[in-house]
């Protein structure tokens, strides 16, 4: 199995620009999470899916960000329009009973 | 409303002696508790858990200690090498699936 894919894994756009993020989960994983990395704040927890259906969002920051999992191999996150301020590392990670798996990361830069 | 504090950015020690991480919580509903160790440019990934019924667990260097009164935990490595040189997030598991991590502690290992 390869892991948790995500694409890009660097991202530079302009302040107002739309971004969006992709991750392709481990085959079999039932649960689907989307994650931000800050200095301030370590690993913040944005929103996560269970068989595709979006449980929690209480994480994503504002309206600016939306995420979907239209089947149970790929979810996105989309940021529109990007700010300065959503630069971070921004990780996917699948899981089945309990067992997270993590992917690699996608480092966005809004300039 | 950080749930999962980690308050030491950075920890550094000399390779032989035993390494120290800390961590707090506030919620008294968490049920497990587990350590992710995080090279640069790569995802987390497991290191050690605990179940919040116990106060102890080991896996060979490393073990994890729990005091539930005090809501702490620890994680002790020893003797400490230079690959364990990486970032540290404690996270807290609760209603089975949600992960809550905190800030991280940057671990530097000095030959």
């Known amino acids: 199995d390869a892991g948790v894919i995500q694409s890009p894994r660097h991202e530079v756009t302009e302040m107002g620009q739309e971004v969006t993020l992709r991750c392709k989960p481990i085959?079999?994983?039932?649960?689907l999470f989307w994650y931000r990395q800050t200095m301030m704040r370590g690993l913040e927890l944005l929103i996560y899916?269970?068989?595709?259906?979006?449980?929690?969002d209480s994480g994503m920051p504002e309206d600016r960000f939306s995420a979907k999992m239209p089947n149970a191999s790929f979810s996105t996150l989309k940021i529109q329009p990007s700010e300065p301020r959503d630069s971070a590392v921004y990780f996917c990670?699948?899981?089945?009973?309990?067992?997270?798996?993590f992917g690699s990361g996608t480092r966005l830069t809004v300039v | 409303d950080q749930q999962v504090k980690q308050n030491s950015p950075s920890l550094s020690v000399q390779e032989g002696r035993i390494s120290i991480l800390n961590c707090d919580y506030t919620?008294?509903?968490?049920?497990?508790f587990l350590w992710y160790k995080k090279y640069p440019a790569e995802g987390p990934t497991f290191l050690i858990s605990?179940?919040?019924?116990?106060d102890k667990n080991e896996d060979g260097r490393f073990t994890v200690f729990l005091n539930k009164s005090a809501k702490h935990l620890s994680l002790h490595i020893v003797p400490s090498q230079p690959g364990d040189s990486a970032v540290y997030f404690c996270?807290?598991?609760?209603?089975?699936?949600?992960?809550?991590f905190g800030q991280g502690t940057r671990l530097t290992i000095n030959p």
């Open positions: 996270a807290a598991l609760w209603g089975a699936q949600k992960l809550v």
């Open positions: 990670a699948s899981s089945f009973r309990g067992g997270y798996t």
């Open positions: 605990i179940s919040s019924i116990k």
């Open positions: 899916f269970n068989n595709n259906v979006p449980i929690d």
């Open positions: 919620n008294s509903m968490f049920d497990y």
């Open positions: 085959s079999g994983h039932d649960y």
